[in-house]
């Protein structure tokens, strides 16, 4: 999946590369539910508290099927897509903002978490996959090594390079995550078991 950058508030996008990350030590994540969209601002209900974050042609989008939206606006002689294209009131999104609530990254997520605080995340290789379950490796802030076991299900949200194509029709996660790959995990911790409520792939496998 690719980012994309607002050309003009609300109305066109322009895609850029991977990766848009906030490396300003001042960036704030806000997560919640998106309950509304204007020209320059989008509320957010973080928790019980209604958010206002203001966006600019620097802020930049992260949503699936983004890359389908920018082709389909682009063949029907538009410049691009709109934020309303990739977004709608409902959505579960992270905001990444300073202090004076200012939106640098609006990212579609699986869920909104509770009061912000996003869920549980995990960065690692995957070891092994199937259509319910998948395992990675990684390694620690100190350096040890993990791994984790993550139970899939229809509602694990899988963001990946064609992932809308491969997976259209509840085709398993196998079709879009492979061994080897490099992924990001979001997942809830329910009772000692792990389920993915979202899946990432942030590097595919070297063939």
Same mark, same amino acid.
């Given at each position: 999946?690719?980012?994309?950058v607002l050309a003009l508030p609300l109305a066109v996008l322009?895609? *850029?590369?991977?990766?848009?990350?906030?490396?300003? !030590?001042q960036t704030t994540n806000s997560r919640g539910t998106l309950t509304a969209m204007t020209a320059d601002?989008? +509320?957010?209900?973080?928790?019980?508290?209604?958010?206002?974050? +203001?966006?600019?042609?620097?802020? !930049? *989008?992260?949503?699936?099927g983004g890359g389908t939206k920018e082709r389909q606006a682009q063949a029907a002689g538009k410049a691009g897509a709109?934020?309303?294209?990739?977004?709608? =009131?409902?959505?579960?999104?992270? *905001?990444?903002?300073? !202090?004076?609530?200012?939106? +640098?990254?609006?990212?579609?997520?699986?869920s909104p978490g509770s009061g912000g605080v996003p869920a549980k995340s995990a960065t690692g290789t995957v070891t092994a996959i199937s259509a319910s379950s998948m395992s990675i490796e990684g390694t620690s802030g100190g350096g040890a090594k993990f791994t984790q076991t993550f139970t899939i299900d229809p509602k694990t949200h899988v963001v990946a390079r064609g992932a809308s194509t491969t997976l259209a029709g509840g085709a398993p996660i196998t079709n879009a995550v492979a061994k080897?790959?490099?992924?990001? =995990?979001?997942?809830?911790? !329910?009772?000692?078991?792990?389920?993915?409520?979202?899946?990432? =792939?942030t590097m595919k496998a070297a063939k």
């Open positions: 999946m690719r980012p994309l322009a895609f *850029v590369a991977l990766p848009v990350r906030q490396a300003d !030590a601002s989008i +509320t957010v209900k973080v928790g019980t508290t209604d958010m206002k974050f +203001t966006i600019d042609p620097k802020t !930049a *989008v992260e949503a699936p709109k934020l309303s294209d990739v977004l709608k =009131v409902g959505d579960a999104v992270e *905001v990444s903002h300073n !202090a004076a609530n200012h939106a +640098t990254l609006i990212r579609k997520v699986s080897g790959d490099r992924v990001s =995990v979001e997942f809830d911790d !329910a009772g000692g078991s792990l389920h993915a409520n979202e899946v990432r =792939v």
